[in-house]
């Protein structure tokens, strides 16, 4: 069974520090997404990254998938409030699914 | 562009009940598939709906159904509800070319909050 552990489960920082969460897995994914999702809405798709060691930049965020291809990591430069909100890495499983991680929960404090 | 939206965005039922949610897929998708996310958790795999038929499914048992309508509009049914039913109820579409295929990633509605008392 494929599954996708995320660390921290919680993190509070304040304004304008940096951080890195984590997805890890026992098993090879062809992909990895990540999602950030806020209270009373849906999960938003953040990125996909589908080669080992590809690392891909979104403003001040950046994502970095394994040279195995079962882990992810998500770093933060200069978290800002509006940063806050479950982290989710999810990734296909079989043909038609995908799993998700059970989320890391960022809160910036201003 | 249309997003993925989902009614009613709460509901509250009592144990034993049955429960209809629906979604309207994002323009120019034609797979709906529903997650069940329970409070701090990440979203679980119910089942997908591709060209009116299930098309995969989650550990879910059979009292969890759905539908997809020839507008790729969808539903979840939930037949005797039970406590640990109670979750946020997610829908995503996206696009496929063929049964079992990732064409496109997926879009979430907003969800409904399900609570079962």
């Known amino acids: 069974t494929q599954l996708l552990e995320q660390s921290p489960q919680f993190l509070s920082i304040q304004e304008g520090e940096n951080l890195t969460v984590y997805c890890n897995s026992s098993s090879v994914f062809s992909s990895l997404q990540w999602y950030r999702q806020e209270p009373g809405e849906g999960p938003v798709l953040l990125v996909t990254v589908v080669t080992g060691g590809e690392v891909k930049k979104l403003k001040r965020l950046t994502f970095q998938f394994g040279d195995a291809r079962k882990d992810s990591s998500l770093h933060i430069t200069a978290a800002q409030t509006g940063d806050t909100g479950l982290y989710l890495c999810?990734?296909?499983?079989?043909?038609?699914?995908?799993?998700f991680g059970t989320g890391t929960r960022l809160k910036v404090l201003a | 562009e249309t997003g993925v939206t989902q009614s009613p965005t709460h509901l509250i039922k009592t144990r034993g009940q049955q429960v209809t949610l629906r979604c309207s897929s994002q323009s120019g998708h034609n797979t709906v598939s529903w997650y069940q996310q329970a409070l701090g958790q990440g979203p679980q795999f119910i089942f997908q709906y591709y060209r009116e038929e299930e098309n995969g499914r989650g550990n879910f048992p059979p009292r969890f159904s759905g539908l997809q309508f020839p507008n790729y509009s969808s539903e979840l049914n939930v037949n005797a509800l039970e406590l640990d039913d109670s979750a946020l109820y997610l829908c995503?579409?996206?696009?496929?070319?063929?049964?079992?295929?990732?064409?496109?990633?997926?879009?979430f509605g907003n969800g409904t909050r399900l609570t079962v008392t």
């Open positions: 999810a990734g296909p499983s079989g043909t038609y699914k995908y799993i």
């Open positions: 995503a579409s996206s696009f496929s070319t063929h049964s079992g295929s990732y064409n496109s990633p997926l879009h």
